[in-house]
């Protein structure tokens, strides 16, 4: 079956609100808070290409080893630069910003956590008109399947402990996210079934885990372990990552959304960093009801001043079709891969290029293909 994703929906995204609130620790992790142009965590290129993603955040290129006087005792220059090594991160120089003549972003609650455990979240919701819909449906757009009604989206909470080595020694930390809303759905285990797969509360609205994981950092590698979102793409599901409501084709029916398994992030040097790990398939539970086995990873690359690059790509045994009722029931094999430019073509305007291509063999019917193109000018 080939499917061209040319075939455009009907619909339009006219609103959508999102408020948010957090927790921040002493460490300054990056969170949603007013201040800072980090979204820590989230699904990959939306959030990669316009975070730090591509300045030292380990401060690896002023450290020949954590034994050298240079790589950890010196102060930051300014707020945006971090101290490596045993600085936690604090700014003595109390840099002015657009709140205040302190470093620290406000914030609904008082910075006095000293574990560098953060709590944060945002609520979102919105409507969509399509005048050639079915009833009040907008099918086929997940995150976007009703029209002409308003919808609770996403009421998003989580929990955090973000690793921050400064590029020398070890690190740990976790993270755990909650979504209740119309998008809740739209994010569960469907891929196999089990963990959040049918926690819904109504037709319409339902609830999902779509990030529980460990983290354990050693200088400038990081692991995470447990059920995460995917590195393939730019646009995400948490809304805060998103610059449109609406989104593709591409997104919604070409790419994974979540995963269970390891993947281990090395930062490399100011302008590279890699991805790679094992995976459990698509959008699967920690059961492995498919016995999918997959291999998931990738490059992000600052390939000019003004051009970003990421490549992602899962391949493997994609399951042996056996998952519960309502679910994807994948079989075969898999290789799908994800392809972002992010071009500077001012200081306030971006233009990005996403390529996807996936195939899926090894089936009685024969082969799956499916390729889409996507385009934005943010």
């Known amino acids: 079956m080939n499917v061209n994703l040319r075939n455009w929906a009907a619909a339009l995204g006219v609103a959508g609100v999102t408020l948010w609130f957090s927790q921040i620790g002493q460490a300054q992790q990056a969170s949603f808070h007013i201040g800072d142009d980090e979204f820590s965590a989230v699904q990959p290129a939306s959030h990669i290409l316009n975070s730090n993603l591509f300045r030292t955040s380990a401060n690896s290129a002023h450290c020949d080893s954590c034994d050298s006087p240079a790589c950890g005792c010196e102060q930051p220059k300014t707020c945006d630069e971090r101290p490596s090594c045993e600085s936690k991160g604090d700014c003595d120089s109390r840099c002015g910003n657009l709140i205040g003549e302190e470093c620290e972003a406000w914030t609904l609650f008082p910075n006095d956590n000293g574990h560098g455990i953060t709590f944060n979240g945002w609520v979102q919701g919105g409507i969509t ?18 029209a002409g009604e308003f919808y609770l989206n996403q009421l998003w909470a989580t929990i955090e402990k973000a690793t921050d ?20 759905p739209d994010t569960q285990t469907f891929g196999s079934g089990g963990w959040d797969f049918g926690w819904n ?5 339902g609830s999902a885990i779509p990030q529980i994981y460990g983290e354990i950092a050693y200088n400038d590698v990081k692991v995470k372990l447990g059920h995460f979102f995917t590195i393939i793409g730019y646009e995400v599901v948490p809304a805060t990552g998103n610059f449109f409501y609406s989104h593709a084709y591409t997104m919604n029916y070409g790419e994974p959304f979540t995963h269970t398994g390891a993947l281990a992030e090395w930062t490399v040097n100011d302008n590279l960093t890699v991805w790679g790990g094992y995976t459990f398939g698509w959008d699967s539970g920690f059961d492995n009801y498919l016995d999918a086995h997959t291999f998931l990873g990738g490059v992000a690359a600052q390939v000019s001043e003004k051009v970003k690059v990421i490549w992602a790509a899962n391949a493997g045994d994609f399951g042996d079709g056996t998952s519960a009722p309502g679910t994807s029931q994948n079989a075969g094999n898999i290789y799908m891969n994800s392809i972002v430019v992010d071009v500077a073509l001012a200081d306030r305007l971006n233009y990005v290029f996403q390529h996807d291509l996936g195939v899926n063999s090894g089936l009685g019917a024969g082969n799956s293909e499916w390729y889409g193109i996507n385009q934005y000018l943010l």
């Open 165 to 184: 080595t400064g590029g020398c020694g070890w690190d740990f930390g976790f993270r755990i996210d909650y979504v209740f809303g119309a998008d809740g």
């Open 201 to 205: 509360s109504s037709v319409e609205y």
């Open 129 to 146: 008109l399509n005048s050639d819909n079915n009833a009040i449906r907008n099918d086929p757009v997940p995150f976007s399947s009703n």
